[in-house]
T-cell receptor, first 114, second 111 residues
Framework: DTGVSQDPRHKITKRGQNVTFRCDPI?????LYWYRQTLGQGPEFLTY????????KSRLLSDRFSAERPKGSFSTLEIQRTEQGDSAMYLC????????????FGPGTRLTVT | DQQVKQNSPSLSVQEGRISILNCDYT??????FLWYKKYPAEGPTFLIS?????DKNEDGRFTVFLNKSAKHLSLHIVPSQPGDSAVYFC??????????FGAGTRLFVKA
């Protein structure tokens, strides 16, 4: 069990550029979540996948954000035309479908928009 | 709208004593509650959980208490150890999967 991995760990980009983050969940987990965390706050839910289906998208997620999980395995989160307000830690988590609800988090990708 | 509130940003406790971390919530539809621990440069890790139909769950040194009428839950750590120093997040699940996190409480356990 290698845990949830995220790539890259850090990303610095200029305002207006597009960025893409990758998340590899624990292999047998069919649920995958994206969160955003800013300083002094807890993780904020962005979106959720069950297998390859995106079942919910937070209203926090503007049209500039898109997430995919094409084969029900890894997922990507893309931010287009980045803004300084997008600077945050982006966390990915995965879980098993069932009666347990704990999520297993990756180390996160820290995005800095200059 | 902050549905899960952790009103204490930080807590300092002596090693060996009890740590009590508190959490209040506003949404009566929450059906499952979880506590996560986070060390610097790592993602949160699951610690303990409780269903809304129970009022207590215990796992080793960690106990979570749920008071539904007060919409309040607490995490007790006994005895506290220096390795418990971390940020603790209270979280609540609503519906099938969406989880709402509090802002966290930073626990310092002094040796």
């Amino acid at each position: 069990d290698t845990g949830v991995s995220q790539d890259p760990r850090h990303k610095i980009t200029k305002r207006g550029q597009n960025v893409t983050f990758r998340c590899d969940p624990i292999s047998e987990h069919n649920r995958l979540y994206w969160y955003r965390q800013t300083l002094g706050q807890g993780p904020e839910f962005l979106t959720y996948f069950q297998n390859e289906a995106q079942l919910e998208k937070s209203r926090l997620l503007s049209d500039r954000f898109s997430a995919e999980r094409p084969k029900g395995s890894f997922s990507t989160l893309e931010i287009q035309r980045t803004e300084q307000g997008d600077s945050a830690m982006y966390l990915c988590a995965s879980s098993l479908m069932g009666n347990t609800y704990e999520q297993y988090f990756g180390p996160g990708t820290r995005l800095t928009v200059t | 709208d902050q549905q899960v509130k952790q009103n204490s940003p930080s807590l300092s406790v002596q090693e060996g004593r009890i740590s009590i971390l508190n959490c209040d919530y506003t949404n009566s539809m929450f059906d499952y509650f979880l506590w996560y621990k986070k060390y610097p440069a790592e993602g949160p890790t699951f610690l303990i959980s409780i269903s809304s139909i129970k009022d207590k769950n215990e796992d080793g040194r960690f106990t979570v208490f749920l008071n539904k009428s007060a919409k309040h839950l607490s995490l007790h750590i006994v005895p506290s150890q220096p390795g418990d120093s971390a940020v603790y997040f209270c979280a609540a699940k609503v519906g099938g999967f969406k989880t709402i996190f509090g802002a966290g409480t930073r626990l310092f356990v002094k040796a």
